[in-house]
């Protein structure tokens, strides 16, 4: 509750009074989704049309002092209003009703974060006007209004901005804070004359304040939902141009502003390619992207006013790397993206988040591919898709529509099936429908709901109404049922041509209840005797049999890998395809070693079988085909997975150097320096090769880099900006005291975003468990921002491999976690570190403390990390032995293990 009395001198001036009167920007649309049947918790009995909220953050008090006046529509006779409202407190509310004015008593209840009034009339069907004053909080995480400090030049600055998906709105101003009540929303809000204000729309009118305050007025938003409303106030610097009749402006806080030329130039092209694409123009005058230093998730898709942490929106031509490029290209296209999929067209409620998250996920690798096709886009989001489907296997997952009952469960939806499954489902369903046809539905669906809230139904409505196919029936079990399935193939030669069968069962990892499931999978299949050409088979029952022209070269069932499925091959045709595999396009060897250690993980395959076929692909110097291979931080992929499986054991050192074996020739044919000429891709696969082989223990290349570390702390220019990474973390896995503490001061120096966290990331990766200590005190003060602290943390846990020495610190200061990280970050947290863990009774030891000592709705999350656990701790007993014993086999045949000498695991 407040602790500061209401009667703040800062209540007295009703401004609102100059707001009264200004154009409406926009058209009114009516909503085509019948909101009395949308779930949520506020009555729909009233509604709001329109808002004038007064806003006067108060940065030493950490209060936001307001007025509001809310223009609500009675559609239902009631005398009972109930809005959202969180830490709140509100005075001298009152209705409008006729020609007089009612005052109301404010009833709130916190377990609903709703505020009530009682009316002593009965409000018949109409328009009504209620108002307040009220005093709401600013907090120092990113849930509504909250403060950002930083560090500018030696001098301590502040930022203040909302945050607001999904319900947080409401810890800023009383409103309904449910998607499906569009409104209006014009916002004023009082300033430092020195502050830049922003909001969704461009400034009305600006009005001095004194002799150093301002009051800034913001033209009306089109209707939106209030999660997309925007405030941002600090001293800002920008970039700006203009691209079809829309003012751009790439924001940051002081000094940093050329570093947003990347994004600018990005922006230009997205929004006059989505504006093409989508067929309904960018719908505001102006589209601003705010780069803050820390604090935010990621990027934040407000309206007209994109947040971003620094590291998503920031390029510096000299220190970044070509990964950042990419991932800053991606986040832009993602965010702008919602600026139709999200703001213009909102899901009615959250059990549809897909409509925007899948949407925007898809269209963002869409527009990445179409303007960098050397980036080979889809090709790489195969890690993605691959974290999907881990998830997707297990007893955890859910259907990508899923029940949502409140903001707590909706949270919780902004997962990797509403994000990545959601994203590869569309794909596959696009290659289905044909590209052409495709996008007519979505325009169709744009056009149809624009300025309004949707249901799934109405995306399918729109594909029908444009394809004139019954796109439901055929596609909807991929959104209404969990997982996803298995596609057996076994082939016959008969008369010269092929008769290939197919068979589904769901695909499941460990003991899933094996419910009778099936989908419509149109599955592409082709062969090496021919591999530029395609067929589809549309398997639309468990089993069926396809003609396939010719019995020449091996069968591969998922063409291009765009299938949101596993295949299994009978043992004869996978022997055919690995004898061929060097025939086969990027993306389907890719696929046939991402789909053998899935079944290795399942029980379908002798673990054997993969390292034979990671034999056949020896000579591949397919970058993604290997980055798949090796996996991510462990959620996926085989080989850093099987490494930290094999910790503590005696065979990890063998492993180790067989793994080098393979890495090592790539490396020494393509040289540690960049060549003028190379491109992009083996770049990229430079660094990870020498990342790989560092943390894989190779003496050679850990030499290597710490010379060039030495070089480079004298002169940076020395080390390409691709290189920085992963010589800078193989230095800090293996750093002495002293390199130790040079990594630190030049985390401390670190310019901008990304060079920080490369050296948070190089501490985190210590092995030296006296470093992780220090490690930890270091992202526990005040010197490391929270959000950098969170993903280093993670870091240490597990590139660091030190779960344990995190999860003993975290769970023994449980309130200061929660005091830096929130909540809802502290309890991702912690499961994210637990997921380090390998070994079934950590499993049962993480399910406890979640009971004793956390709220229910933080246990969702604790049970897919203990979940996670108790497989691995399973496959263990069930791989490495024959693992061990298939690397003995081969013994003195890996042929490099004199350049792979392991180096002793202790620091340098
Ligand atoms: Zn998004």
């Given at each position: 509750m407040l602790t500061d009395p209401l009667e703040s001198s800062l209540m007295r001036k009703p401004i609102a009074l100059l707001l009264i009167g200004l154009a409406a920007t926009a058209s009114h649309a009516e909503n085509k989704v019948d909101i009395f049947t949308t779930p949520g918790k506020l009555p729909k009995d009233i509604v709001p049309r329109s808002y004038q909220i007064y806003l006067e953050p108060n940065i030493e008090a950490l209060v936001t002092d307001g007025f509001e006046s809310i223009e609500i529509e009675v559609l239902k006779p009631t005398d009972h209003i109930v809005l959202n409202a969180v830490d709140t407190e509100i005075v001298a509310a009152k209705i409008a009703i006729s020609n007089h004015k009612e005052e109301l008593t404010p009833q709130f209840d916190s377990n609903q974060q709703t505020v009530s009034f009682e009316s002593h009339n009965i409000l018949e069907p109409g328009l009504y006007t209620l108002s307040f004053k009220f005093q709401s909080r600013i907090g120092e995480q990113p849930h509504g209004l909250f403060i950002q400090h930083y560090d500018s030049n030696g001098t301590l600055e502040h930022l203040l901005a909302t945050d607001m998906e999904p319900g947080d709105a409401r810890r800023v101003f009383p409103c309904w804070d449910e998607p499906v009540f569009r409104a209006i929303f014009q916002l004023s809000v009082k300033a430092k004359k020195e502050n830049t204000v922003v909001s969704n729309m461009p400034v009305f009118v600006e009005v001095s304040f004194g002799a150093d305050e301002k009051i800034v007025i913001f033209e009306k938003t089109?209707?939106?939902?209030?999660?997309?409303?925007?405030?941002?106030?600090?001293?800002?610097?920008?970039?700006?141009?203009?691209?079809?009749?829309?003012?751009?402006?790439?924001?940051?806080?002081?000094?940093?502003?050329?570093?947003?030329?990347?994004?600018?130039?990005?922006?230009?092209?997205?929004?006059?390619?989505?504006?093409?694409?989508?067929?309904?123009?960018?719908?505001?005058?102006?589209?601003?992207?705010?780069a803050f230093p820390s604090g935010f998730g990621s990027a934040m898709e407000n309206w007209g006013g994109i947040t971003y942490n620094e590291d998503a929106l920031l390029f510096d031509p000299v220190t970044s790397s070509e990964a950042t490029r990419q991932k800053i290209f991606s986040v832009i296209a993602h965010e702008i993206a919602h600026q139709w999929f999200g703001d213009l067209v909102t899901m009615a409620w959250w059990n549809d988040l897909w409509l925007n998250e899948g949407f925007a996920s898809w269209m963002e690798r869409k527009a990445a591919d179409h303007f960098n096709p050397e980036w080979k886009v889809w090709l790489h989001a195969a890690i993605q898709k691959e974290r999907a489907m881990a998830f997707d296997a297990r007893k955890i997952t859910h259907p990508i529509q899923q029940p949502v009952a409140d903001e707590d469960q909706a949270k919780s939806a902004f997962d990797v099936i509403t994000y990545q499954k959601a994203c590869f489902f569309l794909r596959m369903l696009e290659n289905f429908l044909g590209e052409e046809a495709f996008r007519s539905g979505i325009r169709a669906?744009?056009?149809?709901?624009?300025?309004?809230?949707?249901?799934?139904?109405?995306?399918?409505?729109?594909?029908?109404?444009?394809?004139?196919?019954?796109?439901?029936?055929?596609?909807?079990?991929?959104?209404?049922?969990?997982?996803?399935?298995?596609?057996?193939?076994?082939?016959?030669?008969?008369?010269?041509?092929?008769?290939?069968?197919?068979?589904?069962?769901?695909?499941?990892?460990?003991?899933?209840?094996?419910?009778?499931?099936?989908?419509?999978v149109p599955v592409g299949v082709r062969s090496t005797a021919n591999p530029s050409e395609v067929k589809y088979a549309l398997l639309e029952k468990l089993s069926n049999n396809f003609d396939f022209p010719g019995c020449a070269g091996a069968i591969q069932a998922n063409a291009g890998n765009i299938g949101f499925f596993r295949v299994l091959y009978e043992p004869a045709l996978f022997n055919d395809l690995q004898n061929n595999v060097e025939k086969l396009p990027e993306s389907d060897r890719l696929s046939l070693v991402t789909d053998t250690w899935a079944l290795v993980e399942s029980g379908n395959t002798a673990v054997s079988l993969y390292f034979d076929l990671l034999e056949n692909l020896r000579r591949d110097d397919s970058f993604a085909v290997w980055q798949s291979a090796l996996g991510e931080q462990e959620t996926t992929g085989a080989l850093k997975l099987i490494d930290r499986l094999e910790e503590g054991r005696a065979g990890r050192e063998t492993y180790q150097q067989y793994i080098c074996s393979l890495f090592n020739p790539k490396l020494q044919k393509l040289g540690w320096d960049e060549k003028s000429g190379e491109d992009i891709e083996t770049h990229r696969f430079r660094a990870m090769l020498i990342e790989t082989l560092g943390f894989f223990g190779d003496r050679v290349v850990i030499d290597e880099s710490f010379k060039r570390f030495e070089k480079f702390r004298d002169d940076a220019s020395s080390l390409a900006p691709n290189l920085r990474s992963p010589v800078t973390v193989i230095v800090g896995r293996y750093s002495s005291r002293t390199v130790y503490d040079e990594l630190l001061s030049m985390a401390e120096k670190a310019r901008i975003v990304e060079e920080r966290r490369t050296y948070l990331r190089a501490l985190s990766a210590a092995l030296d468990p006296e470093l992780a200590h220090r490690t930890l005190e270091y992202l526990m003060s005040d010197h490391v921002m929270p959000g950098d602290a969170c993903r280093a943390l993670e870091d240490l846990a597990t590139e660091g491999e030190h779960p344990a020495i995190v999860w003993e610190f975290a769970t023994a200061h449980l309130n200061e976690m929660e005091q830096r990280f929130g909540l809802f970050r502290r309890n991702r947290l912690l499961s994210s570190i637990a997921a380090g863990f390998m070994d079934a009774p950590q499993a049962d030891a993480l399910i406890a403390f979640a009971r004793s000592y956390l709220a229910p709705v933080a246990l969702r999350e604790f049970e897919d990390s203990a979940d996670l656990i108790r497989f691995r701790a399973k496959l263990k007993v069930k791989t490495l032995p024959a693992i061990d014993e298939w690397i003995k086999m081969k013994g003195d045949g890996a042929p490099s293990k004199a350049e792979a000498k392991s180096v002793d695991r202790h620091s340098r």
């Open positions: 089109p209707p939106m939902a209030s999660y997309l409303a925007l405030l941002a106030c600090g001293k800002l610097e920008w970039l700006e141009d203009e691209v079809a009749g829309v003012k751009l402006r790439i924001m940051t806080t002081t000094g940093k502003k050329e570093f947003g030329r990347y994004a600018l130039e990005a922006t230009k092209k997205l929004l006059e390619y989505y504006n093409d694409y989508f067929s309904v123009p960018y719908p505001l005058p102006k589209l601003d992207q705010l669906y744009l056009a149809a709901h624009q300025y309004a809230n949707t249901t799934t139904e109405d995306f399918w409505e729109s594909l029908e109404l444009v394809t004139g196919k019954p796109i439901k029936k055929i596609v909807s079990g991929w959104t209404e049922q969990p997982g996803f399935p298995l596609i057996k193939v076994t082939t016959q030669c008969l008369g010269g041509n092929r008769i290939i069968s197919l068979e589904q069962i769901p695909f499941v990892l460990a003991d899933r209840d094996n419910r009778p499931t099936q989908w419509t």
